[in-house]
């Protein structure tokens, strides 16, 4: 009986391991897409809650940041976007991975490009027609001139006028040229080539210059301003020390220019490097198939800083290169000397005016053959500049225009710097002339027929 027991005990026990065992795969399979139709309602409900879950949880996390949450820490991403927008996000002190606290100073480090958050670049279009190259024979053309980087404006050149007269400086070092040139940086971080000299006219013609420039239109001249060194003042009082180190002396004016970060050093055009230098437009013809919008423009403002050196003779600059080639036959090809090029932009920065309209002019004698070859190679013009040069010669009034633009803009510099004197003025007209004779020599050589 005992042996009967065990055998019936066994065989309910295989019965209950084989349903045990066909529930488990029952469920298995169920999961894995087949018998769907036996599926447990218990996996299935359990299955709805999870999804409901993880919808509901999906839903307050997104609702709570955007409606709840204050927006600048909900978006950190936007904010990083109009903090470089703000600090000009295509500016190369973005690029450079410098501070924040830098690089969204009151001033953008490159001031002609912080209104765009699109590179400069991405905005010229192309040019490729001949008619679209050259308008009335001898200037530049329409699509060449939309495609200009935009430069300085007069609105940021009054801006900067304001501001370096009210803010105080908090440090003063080396740079910015020789001798006691300084670069200073004020309170929030901008920063500012001052240009200081014993005597002043290298300080009349670097401000003059600029006046010039501004008369002319030529917006590659980096905001400059006036100021007096006086230790007591708010302006330098937290610098006295270093004031002192640079032998600075007071009651001195100086010139205070936007300081531009990052440039790039800027290379006479091939064009104008050998003996038979020249750019007139049949040269502008004949690479145009080569030529790329940046290189156009390039060459566009090329035009302008003939005629500004010219104007002042500047000897500072190209006429430095043209010079030292009977030492160093591959000087022309070397970097121009005190001018540099904006990496995004193309803009060129024509800086270190302080030789012309007054220390250039006495030693004409010595290097106006230079400044006559530079003049001579060019026949394309801006269309702008020589409507000015033609205006100044009919007018002859340069020097009451620039004496205005000087009572206007630092009245309370008359009794520590001179006005330009006369013979500067007389020069500077001589000088307007010669433009204006090779600007209409052009236009009787090269007539829209001819070219056609």
Sequence with gaps: MCEQQLVVDDVSNNRRRNKAHQLVMLTSWGSS????GRTSPYRTLCLLTAGLAFILGLVVGVTIPLYVLPRGLARPSALRHNVALNASSVSPTRL??????????????????????????????AVHDTEDLIEGGVYWGRRVEDAMPVGFEESQAEAWRRYARKTPVVKVEEGCGRMQNRLVTFEDGTRSCCRYRQNTDQIQGELFSFYLGRLLGLRNLAPSSLALVRLRDPLWSRVRPQLSLAQWSEE??????????????????????TAARRLHPPDVMLSKEEATPGMLTELAQWSDLILFDYLTANLDRVVNNLYNLQ?????????????????????????????GLLHGYRLLGKYEA????????????????????????????????????????????RDFLPSLPDKSIKILNERIDRVYEQITHCERQYSARKLA
């Design 33 to 36: 897409g087949q018998f769907a």
């Design 252 to 273: 001195r004016a100086v010139v205070l220019t936007r300081f531009v970060p990052y440039l790039e050093p800027a290379h006479i055009p091939p064009s104008l490097r």
């Design 370 to 413: 230079y400044h006559g070859a530079l003049l001579q190679s060019l026949c394309v013009f801006r269309r702008s500049t020589a409507d000015v040069i033609k205006r100044l010669h009919r007018n002859r009034d340069v020097g009451t225009l620039l004496q205005e633009r000087f009572d206007a803009s630092d009245p309370e510099f």
């Design 327 to 355: 030492w160093n036959p591959a000087m022309m090809d070397a970097p121009a000397h005190n001018l540099a090029r904006e990496p995004n932009s193309g803009l060129l920065i024509f800086f270190d005016n302080e030789s």
């Design 96 to 125: 450079r991975g410098t501070n924040d606290t830098e690089a969204a100073t009151h001033f953008p480090s490159v001031a002609f490009v912080a209104s765009s958050a699109v590179p400069v670049a991405v905005l010229r279009p």
